[in-house]
C-alpha cells in the first residue's frame, strides 16, 4: 500500500487530497503513471513545473524505489507563511 | 525547539507575554505578527486558507530556527503559524525573539520572516468574491530574503 | 500621537493585544519591548531609575514618531515608555508599528527604538551592589543611529 | 520667581531637584551665577560638557533674557529610552 498525498492547487485540481494505493507501485514514476491513467488533469499538473515530491517526508529528485508503507507528496511551489 | 504548527487561532499579546514573563537576563524582545488582510494587491479577500504537511511543515521551519540561532546571538525564539481557514484581522504567523541586546533581536526576527515568508511549506489560497486562486511568493519576498545572502 | 510616558508599569502583551486587534488593512506588526536586565557591562543591577522631564520628554518622542511616519509607509504606531524606579525584568519601553507590508513596520520600529536609546529625554541611573551609576548611550547605540543617516 | 529643574545625575550632586528663585534673575547668566554662589559643585555641574539649559521646555544655547515664571531646567547628557 502506498500513501498518497496532494498538497494546494493539486487537491483542487484532483479533486482529493489523500488516499491509498494497493498494490504500491515500485517506484516513483510508476506511480506518476498510474494517477496520469487515472487522471490525465492531475497527471498534467504532476508534471508542471516546481511540483515536487516528497517520500516519507523527505524531498527527492528524479526517479525511486518505493517501499509498501511509503508516503508520497506532490509539492507544488510553496506560498510561504 | 519552539514552532508550532496549529490550526487554532491566536492572540500575539498572550504569546508576547508568555514569552516575555521572567526575561531578566534579555534586554530586547522583537515580535512580528502577520495578520490576514482584507485586500491584497487590490483585490477583496473573504478566507485565507493555508494548506500545510504535518511532519513536514514543521521541521522545515525548525531548519530556519536553526539557522537564525547560528546566525544571531539569541537566547530565545518562539514561531507559531496557523494553517486551514483564516478570517482577514486574525493572525496568521507570530515571531518573537529575545537577544541581550535589541540589534540581533531585530535582525533574527526579520531574518526568521523573510525565510518564512519565501520557503516555509505552506500553499495559500486567497478566496474572495472574484473566486479562488492559490498564491506564491511575491517578487519583493524573494528580494527581502535575498539580503540575507550577503552577510553570510 | 500615540506617546505615552507613564511611571505605571506596563504588559507589553496587553499593549499589543490592544494594538493588533482589528487591523483588517495591516498585513504587519512589529513590536519591540526593551526590558530592564540584572546585569549590564557584567555589572549586577538592583535597580533602574529614568528621570525623565514632563512637558520636554513627551514632545521629544513625539517628534520621532513624526519623522518615523513621514520616512516609512506606517499605517500606525505607538510608543509606551515608563520613568522612575524600574525593576529587573520589567519593561521599559515599548514600541509597536502596523503596516501594510512587513519591511516597513520592521524598519520603523528598528527606526524609533534607534533614536529612542540615543535622544530620548531620559537621564538613567542603575543602582547596584556597587552603588549608583548614572549611564549615558553606549558607542553601539551612536553606531545603530546612525544607520539611519545613509538613506535620508 | 524663577522655577529652576535639575536633571539626571545634577539632581544628586545639588541634593534637590526642583526649587523656586525668587525674585526672578534678570538673565540665564544671573541664574548660573547665582546658583554657582551658593554651591561651587553645583556650579561646576552645571558648567561641564554636554549640560544644556532648557527655557520653557525649550533648549537654549548661550545666554538669554528670562521673564518671571520662566521655568529653567539643566539637562545633563542624556541618557536615551
Given at each position: 500500500m502506498t500513501k498518497v498525498l496532494l498538497l494546494g492547487r493539486l487537491r483542487d485540481v484532483a479533486g482529493w487530497r489523500e488516499r491509498s494505493i494497493?498494490?504500491?507501485?515500485?517506484t516513483l514514476s510508476a506511480l506518476r503513471d498510474l494517477l496520469t491513467r487515472e487522471d490525465a488533469a492531475l497527471g498534467e499538473a504532476l508534471a508542471g513545473r516546481g511540483v515536487q515530491a516528497a517520500v516519507n517526508k523527505a524531498v527527492t529528485r528524479g526517479d525511486i524505489a518505493l517501499n509498501p508503507g511509503d508516503e508520497i507528496a506532490f509539492l507544488p511551489p510553496m506560498s510561504g507563511g | 525547539m519552539t514552532v508550532r504548527v496549529q490550526t487554532e487561532a491566536f492572540d500575539a499579546g498572550a504569546l508576547l507575554s508568555r514569552f516575555s514573563?521572567?526575561?531578566?537576563?534579555?534586554g530586547a524582545v522583537v515580535s512580528f505578527t502577520g495578520i490576514a488582510r482584507d485586500v491584497t494587491g487590490g483585490a477583496a479577500v473573504a478566507t485565507l486558507e493555508l494548506d500545510a504537511y504535518p511532519g513536514f511543515t514543521e521541521p522545515a521551519i525548525e531548519a530556519m530556527e536553526t539557522e537564525a540561532r547560528a546566525r544571531f546571538e539569541m537566547q530565545d525564539v518562539l514561531i507559531v503559524h496557523r494553517h486551514g481557514p483564516i478570517q482577514p484581522g486574525e493572525a496568521i504567523v507570530f515571531v518573537a525573539t529575545a537577544a541581550e541586546h535589541r540589534r540581533a533581536a531585530f535582525e533574527a526576527a526579520d531574518y526568521l520572516m523573510d525565510r518564512l515568508k519565501t520557503e516555509a511549506p505552506f500553499w495559500k489560497k486567497e478566496t474572495g468574491p472574484d473566486g479562488e486562486r492559490w498564491i506564491e511568493p511575491r517578487e519583493p519576498d524573494y528580494q527581502d530574503a535575498k539580503r540575507w545572502n550577503r552577510t553570510s
Open positions: 494497493d498494490p504500491a507501485p515500485a | 514573563a521572567g526575561r531578566t537576563g534579555s
